[in-house]
C-alpha cells in the first residue's frame, strides 16, 4: 500500500512539474518557475489532488544532493582566477553587504534576528541557471558581463555552503551562538581532513581503474552512490546533506574524468531536481500573495533592484565602465535554486516560520518573471544614465593632424567581440579606415593603442553615433547581440544617411525580416550561416565539388531568404 502511495505521489510531482515547465517554457521563461507552480497546483492549498508532503519532500532531498555534488563537481579555481579580484572579493563583498541589508529591512519589519539574516541570505545569491539562460539566448555568454557574471554567481554558490553550516548553527537554542558557529565549523573541517585526502589519492583510481567510463551504467551507479553515501557520512558529522554532497563533489572534481562524471550525473539531477521545486512549491500559499502584496514587492524589490544595484556599484568601484557595470547587476539581479535551498533550509531548521517562507519563495519566483524583462531594459537604462553624466576621454575621439582622412568613406563597427573583431581584422588587413563603438573600456584603450579610432559607450547612444561621422561613411556594421538597441541603430543611421549600407547580427528569421524591412542592406542569422558552413564541410567529404557545393549551398540560403520574407 506505501508503495502504492509512494508511486503516485511521484507520478503526480513529475506530472505537476512538466505541464508548469512545458507552459512557462513556452512563455520563454525558465522551467524553474514551471516546477514551482506544479508543485502550487498538488499542494494542500489549492483544489484537486494533494500530494504527500513528506514523500516528495524525502525524494527532493535526492535532488538537492545531486544538485550541490554537481556544483562541487564544477567548481574551478582557474576559471575564478582568471575572472580576476572582481569575481572573488567582489562577489563576497556583495554577498555580505546585501545580507547586511536584507538584515536591515526584516528587523524594520518586525522580524527576528534569525528571520532577517535568513531573508538577507536568500536576497544575497543569484541563480546561475538563469544567468545562463539569459545571456545565451541573447548571444552574451562572452561578453564582459557575462563572464563576470557567471564567475561571480559562482562565488554566491560558495557563500551559500557556508550559509548553510551557519544556519544550522543558529537553529539550535540554548547555547552561546560563537561557541555553536565554531563547533559547525569545526566538524566541517574535521570531515574535510578525513575524507580530502582519501578522496583525491582513491577516488581518482578507482573511477578510473575499477569502474571504468566505459561501462556507463556501472559508472553512473558508483558516482551516485559515492554521492549520495558521502551526503549520509557527512551527516553523523553534524553537517547537512547538502553541505556533504559539495565537498563530495570537490573530491570527484580532482579526478581526470571529472566531465565524464559530471555528464553522467546530469540527467539524474535534472529529474530530481525537479521534485525539489515541486517540493517548494507544494508548500506556497497562492493567495498569500494577494493578501501581502505590499510585503511581497518589498521582497521582490530586495532582489531585483536592491541587489542589482549593489552588485553594479561594486563593478564601479572596481573601476568597470558603466555599461558592464550596469548590465552585470542586471543579469544577476534575480535568485532560484539556491536561494530556494536556504529558505527551505531556515524552514526546516525552524529559523522561519510559514508566512516569511511564503514571501521569500514568491519573490524568488517573481524575481525569475522579471529577469528577461530586466535585461531588455539594460541598454536603455545605460543611454539613459549616460545622458546626465560627462563624457569620458574614450567617448571622444583623439585628435589627429587630419581627421577627415579618418572619417569619411570609412566603416563603422558596432561590437568588437567575436564577430565585429574578426570585421575589424579583415578591414585593417586590407587598408580600410574603420572606427569602432563597444562598451568595454578595455578593448577600446587596445584599439587607441593600436592606432585605431575607438569610442567607448552604448552602440545606440546618439552622441557617438554623431561622433562616428555616419553621413560621410561607407558602411556600417552592426556587430552586436541586442535586438532593440539594433533596431534604434538602424533608425538613426538610415536618417542621417539614407544611402548608407548596413550589416547587421540577428538570431530570428522575424527579426531578420524586420531589418530588412526597415532597409538593413544585409542580415545575418549567425546559426544559418554556421549551418551552411557545417554543410558545405560535410558535402566535401563526402566528395561532391567546391563548384557544386557553392551552388547548393546558395540554393539553400536562397530558400531559407524566400522563407523569411514571405
Keep these: 500500500m506505501n508503495q502504492d502511495i509512494l508511486l503516485v505521489n511521484l507520478a503526480f510531482a513529475l506530472i505537476a512539474g512538466f505541464i508548469g515547465a512545458a507552459i512557462v517554457t513556452r512563455l520563454g521563461q525558465s522551467a524553474i518557475v514551471g516546477y514551482i507552480l506544479g508543485g502550487i497546483l498538488i499542494g494542500p492549498y489549492t483544489p484537486g489532488f494533494v500530494g504527500n508532503p513528506e514523500m516528495v519532500e524525502a525524494l527532493a532531498n535526492i535532488g538537492i544532493i545531486l544538485l550541490m555534488f554537481a556544483v562541487g563537481v564544477q567548481i574551478s579555481v582557474d576559471d575564478l582566477l582568471r575572472a580576476g579580484k572582481i569575481a572573488i572579493f567582489g562577489g563576497l563583498l556583495q554577498v555580505i553587504v546585501t545580507i547586511a541589508l536584507g538584515y536591515a529591512i526584516g528587523v524594520a519589519l518586525g522580524w527576528s534576528p534569525l528571520e532577517a539574516f535568513v531573508f538577507g541570505s536568500v536576497v544575497s545569491n543569484s541563480s546561475s541557471t538563469v544567468l545562463s539562460k539569459i545571456l545565451g539566448d541573447r548571444g552574451e555568454m562572452d561578453t564582459a558581463h557575462g563572464r563576470v557574471g557567471l564567475a561571480w554567481s559562482t562565488v554566491q554558490d560558495l557563500s551559500t555552503v557556508a550559509l548553510v553550516v551557519i544556519f544550522s548553527a543558529l537553529a539550535v537554542e540554548g547555547n552561546d551562538l560563537w561557541t555553536e558557529l565554531l563547533l559547525a565549523l569545526s566538524k566541517a573541517a574535521l570531515f574535510l581532513i578525513i575524507l580530502l585526502p582519501v578522496g583525491w589519492k582513491l577516488l581518482p583510481w578507482f573511477f578510473e581503474r575499477v569502474v ?41 572534481s580532482e579526478s581526470d574524468i571529472w566531465h565524464q562524471i559530471l555528464d553522467d550525473i546530469i540527467p539524474l539531477r535534472d529529474l530530481f531536481i525537479v521534485l525539489f521545486f515541486v517540493s517548494v512549491g507544494m508548500l506556497v500559499d497562492p493567495a498569500f500573495i494577494a493578501r501581502n502584496l505590499p510585503l511581497v514587492l518589498i521582497g521582490v524589490a530586495s532582489i531585483s533592484v536592491l541587489k542589482g544595484m549593489i552588485v553594479a556599484a561594486i563593478m564601479l568601484l572596481f573601476r568597470y565602465p558603466l555599461g558592464s557595470s550596469i548590465l552585470t547587476g542586471i543579469v544577476l539581479a534575480q535568485s532560484a535554486e539556491f536561494s530556494l535551498l536556504l529558505a527551505r533550509e531556515g524552514a526546516e531548521l525552524g529559523i522561519v516560520g510559514s508566512t516569511l517562507f511564503n514571501l521569500m519563495v514568491s519573490s524568488v519566483v517573481l524575481s525569475i518573471f522579471l529577469a528577461p524583462l530586466l535585461h531588455l531594459a539594460g541598454q536603455p537604462l545605460i543611454a539613459w544614465i549616460q545622458q546626465f553624466l560627462p563624457a569620458s576621454e574614450l567617448s571622444r575621439l583623439p585628435a589627429v593632424v587630419n581627421p577627415d582622412s579618418h572619417l569619411r568613406g570609412h566603416a563603422v563597427i558596432i561590437g568588437y567581440g567575436r564577430v565585429g573583431g574578426v570585421i575589424g581584422e579583415a578591414l585593417r588587413r586590407r587598408g580600410f579606415p574603420f572606427l569602432v563603438i563597444d562598451h568595454d573600456q578595455g578593448i577600446v584603450r587596445r584599439l587607441r593603442a593600436q592606432g585605431l579610432p575607438a569610442l567607448q559607450g552604448s552602440g545606440d547612444n546618439r ?64 546559426e544559418l550561416e554556421l549551418a551552411l558552413e557545417m554543410a558545405r564541410f560535410t558535402l566535401h567529404r563526402f566528395g561532391v565539388s567546391s563548384i557544386e557545393t557553392q551552388a547548393f549551398l546558395q540554393k539553400l540560403r536562397t530558400q531559407h531568404d524566400g522563407s523569411v520574407q514571405t
Design 212 to 252: 571504468g567510463p566505459q561501462n556507463r551504467e556501472v559508472f553512473i551507479v558508483a558516482v551516485a552512490a559515492f554521492a549520495l553515501g558521502t551526503a549520509y557520512v557527512s551527516s553523523f558529522f553534524g553537517l547537512s546533506l547538502a553541505l556533504g554532497a559539495f565537498v563530495a563533489g570537490i573530491v570527484v
Design 463 to 526: 552622441t557617438l553615433l554623431e561622433r562616428a561621422q555616419l553621413e560621410q561613411a561607407r558602411v556600417l556594421v552592426i556587430a552586436i547581440p541586442d535586438a532593440l538597441s539594433t533596431r534604434r541603430i538602424v533608425d538613426y543611421a538610415l536618417q542621417v544617411n539614407p544611402d548608407l549600407h548596413i550589416v547587421a547580427r540577428t538570431h530570428t528569421h522575424r527579426e531578420r525580416t524586420f531589418l530588412v524591412e526597415r532597409g538593413v542592406s544585409e542580415a545575418v542569422i549567425g
